[in-house]
């Protein structure tokens, strides 16, 4: 990291994620992340492999950003 905070992209795509800022945010080797498209940039989030109302594992989707069970979606 250089003296401004940046972070180089190498040949394949590829950015460290700093260790700071992985600790800070529980991001571990083998977590799935998400890239959602900003206006001015790229938010990095961790997908959590539960719905975000019920706490189920399965039939998970993404539905505005968050993580959602086929059976709460269906409620909404």
């Not at 945010?25 to 940039?41: A, N, R, S, T, W």
Request: glycine share 6%; aromatic share 10%; charged share 35%.
């Amino acid at each position: 990291m250089n003296e401004n905070g940046f972070r180089k992209m190498d040949h394949l795509g590829r950015v460290v994620v700093p260790s700071d800022m992985r600790e800070k945010y529980d991001l571990k080797e083998h977590d799935k992340v998400d890239f959602i498209p900003q206006e001015d940039g790229i938010l990095l989030k961790k997908v959590y492999n539960k719905c975000v109302f019920c706490n189920s594992t399965k039939y998970l989707t993404i539905y505005h950003n968050k993580t959602i069970c086929s059976k709460c979606r269906k409620g909404l």
